[in-house]
């Protein structure tokens, strides 16, 4: 932004003083600066005078945050702030200063970074964590889906007025009728009380850890960033390709660790049931019931179900 005494500098010679001359009075009858005199009577003229550079980058600032053309590409000095003067009386002498304070746009965004930083997603469209809906219009999109959202607005008001739970949801119901996007949208919701959040898409994760197993301290760094994480949601589980380490070793591990500690979240399109018999056969091991059963125990007692109902809105 360019200064008052840069704007002067660039008149002709002659010109300089009769337009420094209106420069000055166009600031000093400014309705802002008039404001300014009337909350401190104690301002003059020449007190003024002497910060017209200070008065001038003010007036520009505020005029710039009117009409703000967004925060990416705002034209203040400091992008995102703007200048607030104070007056202070220093000895008995009368002093005007000139702080830079962050705007409305650049909190908002600062807060939605914080936010954003408390949750890992693998696999997951990013639009989903960080698109903000309210209750209503979730309700709107899909109205035959306002039981499960109820359910879901009731764990989300519980755990911000009574701390984590150590109960988890399991959301079931058919294809693309928002249980990943419910699911984003309560993992976006207590992050703003501090909550951290991890979320996994199941049968993209599953390939990835078969590769990892190549890369244990980044193996080890993932299972313990689910294992440690507030809230953990595995989505779509039951679609992965699953086989017996990841079921026995990585699974059973971090729900063994979480149970009675922290709550662990599901999506998928199979009921509890339909899903340990998806966890009692692999392709390797073949029928395995009672390892199915055995996870089964560190999920089932641990997450109430809800039915998710509604159309089909993928591709929508």
């Known amino acids: ?16 003083v009769e337009q420094a001359e209106i420069k ?15 909350r401190h009577p104690e301002l003059d003229d020449a007190i003024l005078e002497k910060h017209l550079n200070r008065l001038y980058q003010y007036l520009t600032e505020y005029k710039s945050c009117v009409k703000c053309p967004g925060l990416d590409v705002c034209p203040n000095d400091f992008q995102g702030h703007y200048t607030r003067l104070s007056v202070e009386n ?14 409305k746009k650049l909190l908002a965004k600062q807060s939605q970074d914080a936010i954003r930083k408390r949750i890992h997603s693998f696999y997951i469209d990013e639009t989903a964590l960080s698109r903000g809906y309210d209750i209503d219009e979730i309700i709107h999109i899909d109205a035959e889906r306002t039981k499960s959202v109820k359910e879901i607005m009731k764990y989300i008001i519980l755990t911000k007025e009574h701390g984590l739970q150590t109960k988890g949801l399991y959301l079931t119901g058919g294809f693309g009728t928002g249980k990943t996007f419910l699911m984003c949208y309560m993992l976006y919701e207590l ?7 991890v979320i996994v898409y199941m049968p993209e994760f599953v390939e990835d850890l078969k ?9 080890k760094e993932t299972i ?16 992965e390709n699953l086989n017996p380490w990841v079921r026995d070793h990585v699974m059973g591990s971090i729900l063994n660790y979480r149970m009675n500690r922290k709550p662990t979240f599901f999506t998928s399109n199979y009921d509890l049931d339909a899903l340990e018999k998806h966890f009692s056969f692999t ?19 641990f997450v109430d179900a809800i039915e998710v109902n509604g159309s089909n809105k993928r591709g929508l």
């Not at 932004?1 to 300089?16: H, N, R, V």
């Not at 220093?90 to 705007?103: E, P, R, T």
């Not at 992050?191 to 959040?197: R, T």
């Not at 590769?211 to 193996?219: D, G, I, Q, R, T």
């Open 191 to 197: 992050a703003k009380i501090g909550l951290s959040g």
């Open 211 to 219: 590769a990892m197993f190549s890369e244990p301290m980044k193996l």
């Open 283 to 301: 392709n390797k091991d073949g029928e395995e019931e009672y390892k199915g059963q055995r996870i089964m125990d560190r999920i089932r007692p």
């Open 1 to 16: 932004m360019e200064s008052l005494s840069d704007l002067l500098k660039s008149l002709p010679i002659g010109a300089f």
């Open 90 to 103: 220093i000895g008995g002498s009368i002093q005007l200063f000139d702080h830079k304070v962050s705007c």
């Open 224 to 239: 313990e960033l689910m294992r440690e994480s507030d809230l953990l949601i595995f989505d779509d589980i039951g679609a």
């Open 24 to 38: 000055k009075r166009q600031i000093l009858s400014d309705p802002l600066i008039q404001k300014l005199k009337s």
